[in-house]
């Protein structure tokens, strides 16, 4: 997300504001927002597929051995998987179209809600805490009405109770367990906190000797030949990479900088460009996962985006290309604070967005157009680790499991 200081405040900031306002009841830490608030969770989906009440099992009897999740940047499924570069009159990203029609393609797969930061909490921790802002662990720069600091149970919770070992992966950030907010500078930022969902968490950013399974990207290929490899693996690539861009500087040690933002937007010849790189970056991390001793079993690689592209010039609502969401998607009012004036209140999903799921001992060539979002994808991986499910993943009505993607065997709850 590029709207960098546009309505700022704190996760209990946020609530107890809205609360005061009538907007919002006051609520614990452990209380997802419900039906009961104004600002509620959708109880519909934007678009019915083929909607599933299937829940998986993996072949072996019901655990996926490892879990791997590449969270891209701001780019709607028409703008990624399929999608033609104008100029060339060739595929933007021939390695995610690939992948997409080789394994599994989720056509109705959706962010949670905008900005970014929001999506990434909402992916490991089950809600997005009434949360429409990126604002970091610290203040930088123009984030001068708050801070985030989200002292909720979260995915690393429940693995660290499992004994399930875990590990982040973030490219840019210079040292395992790095807490600022940005590298190498906050004007010049090529890793951000905000798309690091495990240093916002205050039971991690708090606690050194869990924060030190946050590592630098380089890390990761070693780690999977090991004897220890983490079984949950979140990859955050650098904001080159990513498709998200606002790199001016050139970043000694990283040949993709600058990357400035797209001066037009969407299509644009800056925007082509970027998609390449982040094509290029998906096939070097697919290769590397699938060529080290840790691609064993059940295990499955889930590349997505956090939401569509923020675009101010061509924006339909709150200055997004799309609102739409599904599967508890936040209802927010109209005129939210942290979205805009002209929000008129509706669904505030972050927009149809691509998901390929590589299933090692998976069904090939399959599309899934069953409505998903971030949630479905926590819950796939709560029910394949079997843990305890977080936040709106219990909504079995509306969030559902991503297993006929992934298993070739299902069974009918």
């Known amino acids: 997300m590029r709207r960098n200081g546009k309505i700022l405040a704190t996760t209990a900031t946020v609530a107890a504001m809205l609360a005061v306002i009538g907007m919002l009841p006051t609520a614990s830490a452990a209380t997802p927002a419900g039906a009961s608030a104004t600002r509620t969770a959708n109880a519909g989906t934007t678009s019915v597929g083929a909607a599933s009440d299937w829940r998986g099992r993996s072949d072996d009897g019901g655990q996926l051995s490892h879990v791997f999740i590449i969270m891209l940047e701001n780019h709607a499924l028409d703008n990624t998987i399929g999608d033609i570069n104008p100029a060339t009159g060739k595929l933007s990203m021939p390695y995610l179209t690939m992948l997409s029609k080789t394994y599994g393609n989720a056509t109705n797969y959706y962010g949670v809600t905008h900005t970014s930061e929001p999506n990434y909490i909402a992916a490991t921790s089950g809600n997005n805490w009434w949360v429409n802002n990126d604002n970091e662990w610290t203040v930088v720069g123009n984030n001068t009405f708050g801070v985030n600091h989200y002292d909720h149970t979260n995915i690393a919770d429940e693995l660290q109770a499992a004994h399930i070992p875990w590990a982040a992966y973030m490219e840019a950030m210079p040292t395992a367990g790095y807490l600022e907010d940005s590298w190498p500078s906050d004007s010049n930022a090529l890793y951000v906190s905000k798309h690091n969902p495990f240093d916002l968490y205050t039971d991690i950013h708090n606690n050194p000797s869990i924060a030190k399974n946050i590592k630098p990207y380089s890390d990761m290929a070693r780690d999977l030949n090991s004897r220890n490899a983490p079984r949950y693996v979140w990859i955050s690539p650098d904001e080159c990479h990513n498709m998200h861009n606002g790199i001016y500087t050139a970043v000694p040690g990283f040949a993709d900088t600058p990357c400035p933002y797209p001066p037009i937007g969407i299509g644009d010849p ?119 499910k977080l936040g709106y993943t219990s909504d079995a009505a509306q969030v559902k499991p991503m297993w006929p993607l992934i298993t070739r065997t299902h069974v009918h709850q």
């Open 270 to 388: 800056t925007d082509e460009h970027s998609k390449t790189v982040a094509d290029n970056f998906v096939k070097q991390a697919v290769s590397t996962i699938m060529h080290s001793k840790a691609w064993t079993g059940n295990s499955v690689i889930f590349i997505t985006a956090d939401e569509v592209d923020f675009d101010a010039a061509n924006g339909s609502i709150g200055d997004y290309l799309s609102a739409a969401g599904c599967c508890d998607s936040p209802v927010v009012p109209p005129a939210d604070p942290q979205i805009s004036a002209d929000w008129p209140g509706g669904v505030y999903g972050g927009g149809l967005v691509p998901m390929v799921v590589i299933s090692r001992n998976g069904p090939h060539h399959v599309t899934d157009n069953t409505a998903y979002n971030h949630y479905s994808m926590l819950l796939t991986i709560e029910e394949g680790f079997g843990l305890g």
